[in-house]
Nanobody, 119 residues
Framework: QVQLAESGGGLVQAGGSLRLSCAAS????????MGWYRQAPGKERETVAL???????TYADSVKGRFTISRDNVKSALYLQMNSLKPEDTAVYYC?????????????WGQGTQVTVSA
């Protein structure tokens, strides 16, 4: 199993920056794709950014050019640098990973961290 713990959320003014961190523990060697998702009140959870094990990254159109996903394999950590934040970025942000072990495939989620952007 993999345990994920997000940190770094908080309250920031529009135009500001935050850096989210996701610390992974447990069977981290099985982690393949890692990503950040977010869920705003009354809305469905959406993909923010993904990073495959070979370094390929994808971003939601709404965050392209403002957010950067990165991974530290030594520390088993995932990061999301968020710049030029907008009020519409307000949401709970979740870290996620796909664990591949033989024929087993399991998705794991963190508990989330709140990001609030004031106008």
């Amino acid at each position: 199993q993999v345990q994920l713990a997000e940190s770094g959320g908080g309250l920031v003014q529009a135009g500001g920056s935050l850096r989210l961190s996701c610390a992974a523990s447990g069977d981290t060697a099985c982690m393949s794709i890692m990503g950040w998702y977010r869920q705003a009140p009354g809305k469905e959870r959406e993909t923010v950014a993904l990073r495959t094990s070979d370094g390929t990254t994808t971003y939601a159109d709404s965050v392209k050019g403002r957010f950067t996903i990165s991974r530290d394999n030594v520390k088993s950590a995932l990061y999301l640098q968020m710049n030029s934040l907008k009020p519409e970025d307000t949401a709970v942000y979740y870290c996620n990973t796909l664990c591949l072990r033989g024929l087993s495939r399991n998705w794991y989620w963190g508990q989330g961290t709140q990001v609030t952007v004031s106008a």
